[in-house]
């Protein structure tokens, strides 16, 4: 069994900063954490990928996030977090965080998804 649980966001200004976390966790011993990434998704567009990290610590990010979102992650407590600095009232969303887990035994692949957490940016 996998679990994906996102934290933290809320209400902040603009240009204010916000910290989001997301801890994944696996039941089975043979399960391992590979990718991990945020999405987000404003009302009425369609999700987007906001920022990736590998296992070993490459990252990529959405073009509107560079300079301004950092994605960390702490591969002992399977869990990434995204610094959100600069904060601009269009990364107003429901953030996600998705974990990409590997089952050994079988070799798949399964992506699993948080339950989102809220980010508001008022102007």
């Known amino acids: 069994q996998v679990q994906v649980v996102e934290s933290g966001g809320g209400l902040v200004q603009a240009g204010g900063s916000l910290g989001l976390s997301c801890a994944a966790s696996a039941s089975a011993s043979n399960f391992r954490i590979n990718a991990m990434a945020w999405y987000r998704q404003a009302p009425g567009k369609q999700r987007e990928l906001v920022a990736t990290?590998?296992?070993?610590?490459?990252?990529n990010y959405e073009d509107s996030v560079k300079g301004r979102f950092t994605i960390s992650r702490d591969n002992a407590k399977n869990t990434v977090y995204l610094q959100m600095n600069s904060l601009k009232p269009e990364d107003t969303a429901v953030y996600y965080c998705?974990?990409?887990?590997?089952?050994?035994?079988?070799?798949?692949?399964?992506?699993?998804w948080g339950q989102g957490t809220q980010v508001t940016v008022s102007s």
């Open positions: 990290i590998t296992r070993f610590g490459s990252t």
């Open positions: 998705n974990a990409e887990i590997l089952d050994r035994s079988i070799i798949v692949t399964t992506r699993y």
